[in-house]
């Protein structure tokens, strides 16, 4: 499975140029795309990057790769990211590994934004996978129970017997929809509660969806 992961992660980074500041995202594919831009990088590539979490910045700095601090950029030409399912619209559900916030604030300013997934990740409709959602800690049973009337059941998620933390300090609830119709809709619903920062819904972001089978990449683009 993996090797369709490095696959889709070497083809993304052959999209990144000298010059570029360029969004780094986070997971388990995004790490391949860490280890091709890190080989790039040795043989001459200039860029900054710019990470989505603290686990890319630990392992972007491990491999040499320049970091730009985020205040200071003027914007982001590319960002290449994962995501735990695509949906034909190239809407997104992202945040398994908890950096959903983040993601979102680097994703959102990319003038390219490209997503590496393996098949697996490609789906009819969004919600499978638990809708992971960030929340404000205090609070968090009563914002809960709100997200809940939206037809899910949260739960909040663990680590090693406690809370998991975000990189900002917050909880994240993975709401089980089963099924979510109208992704758009959801995400502005849950956005309206307070105590709820962010969804992992990400609609209309994605400019293309490299998807790895088989040892080849079908590139998707936006309608
Ligand atoms: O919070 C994590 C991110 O949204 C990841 O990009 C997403 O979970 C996909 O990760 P992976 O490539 O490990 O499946």
Redesign the pocket.
């Known amino acids: 499975m993996d090797t369709n992961?490095k696959l889709v992660a070497e083809k993304a980074v052959e999209e990144i140029k000298d010059g570029m500041t360029v969004g780094l995202?986070?997971?388990?594919?995004?790490?391949w795309m860490l280890q091709a831009l890190g080989e790039r990088v040795k043989d001459g590539l200039e860029i900054v990057g710019i990470p989505t979490?603290q686990k890319t910045e630990k392992l972007a700095k491990e491999l040499g790769i320049p970091l730009a601090d985020f205040s200071s950029v003027d914007g982001i030409d590319l960002a290449i990211?994962?995501?735990?399912e695509v949906d034909p619209h190239l809407n997104l559900l992202?945040?398994?590994?908890?950096?959903?916030v983040r993601?979102k604030i680097v994703d959102i300013l990319a003038k390219r934004l490209i997503i590496?997934?393996d098949e697996t990740?490609v789906v009819d409709y969004l919600g499978t996978f638990p809708l992971?959602v960030e929340v404000v800690p205090f609070g968090w049973e009563t914002t809960s129970k709100r997200i809940a009337e939206y037809g899910c059941l949260p739960r909040r998620r663990e680590q090693n017997g406690e809370a998991f933390i975000s990189d900002n300090g917050n909880y994240i609830l993975d709401c089980d929809f089963e099924s979510i119709e109208k992704p758009a809709e959801l995400h502005e619903n849950l956005k309206m509660l307070v105590g709820v920062v962010e969804t992992?819904l990400f609609i209309n972001m994605a400019d293309v969806v490299m998807v790895g089978h088989a040892g080849m990449v079908d590139v998707l683009t936006k309608a």
């Open positions: 992961k995202g986070s997971g388990s594919t995004v790490y979490s990211d994962g995501a735990d992202k945040g398994g590994g908890g950096s959903l993601e590496i997934v990740k992971p992992g």
